[in-house]
């Protein structure tokens, strides 16, 4: 079946840093990937996604590709902010027709970000 | 603005006893989601539904049930709660439709401690 592995955490910068949180997926024909992320007390948010090979997501500052060779979908961010404290969930869903697939996520990945 | 509203933030409960969580949505969405949340285990899914009157096993469905008697609220239901199922209980919703059933919407979470 489907799945999505990714880095857990938790992972501590400071302001201004480059944050990478790795996302690797194992999943038949082309699935639609993405990044969720929870802030504290919140539910979960969409972030940004990709739906076929080479598409890069963008978002607040976020960047994601689709890597199908590689099979990954790495979260980027060049300069993390305290606001950006959460934690984040790669995603993905299969590419069946209906709308019937549902979305799998990774354990998610908790970032706090000092001043 | 678009809002998923689960009835209680913390709940504590007592082994054996009957728990009722409830979730309404206002987007008139067709489909909606129980997930649980555990520190090191991500986001499970519990039950699902995609229409009235309908839902369908996630991944651990065990000693849960669901009851979605209108469109805009799906309920999860502990038939005799047990300490392991202290956990944070997210609800979600999203349209029925390939390119948009993976935007979940989620609630802010329900945190059920059962002693």
């Known amino acids: 079946g489907n799945s999505v592995t990714q880095m857990e955490g938790p992972v501590t910068l400071s302001e201004e840093a480059f944050l990478t949180i790795n996302c690797t997926y194992t999943a038949t024909g082309y699935p639609s990937l993405f990044w969720y992320v929870q802030y504290p007390g919140e539910g979960l948010q969409l972030l940004l996604k990709?739906?076929?090979?080479?598409d890069k997501g963008s978002n607040k500052g976020f960047e994601a590709t689709y890597r199908k060779e590689t099979t990954s979908f790495h979260l980027e961010k060049g300069s993390v902010q305290v606001s950006d404290s959460a934690v984040y969930f790669c995603a993905l869903i299969g590419s069946t027709q209906g709308g019937s697939e549902k979305l799998v996520f990774g354990k998610g990945m908790k970032l706090t970000v000092n001043p | 603005d678009v809002k998923v509203t689960q009835s209680s933030r913390y709940l504590v409960k007592r082994t054996g006893e009957k728990v009722f969580l409830e979730c309404v949505q206002d987007m008139d969405h067709e489909n909606m989601f129980w997930y649980r949340q555990d520190p090191g285990l991500g986001l499970r899914l519990i039950y699902f539904?995609?229409?009235?009157?309908m839902k369908e096993k996630g991944d651990i469905p065990e000693g849960y049930s669901v009851s979605r008697e209108k469109k805009e609220r799906f309920s999860l239901i502990l038939e005799s709660a047990s300490t392991n199922q202290t956990s944070m209980y997210l609800c979600?919703?999203?349209?029925w439709g390939q390119g948009v059933r993976e935007k979940l919407f989620f609630g802010s979470g329900t945190q059920l401690s059962v002693l």
């Open positions: 539904s995609y229409d009235v009157k």
């Open positions: 979600a919703s999203s349209l």
């Open positions: 990709a739906t076929k090979a080479d």
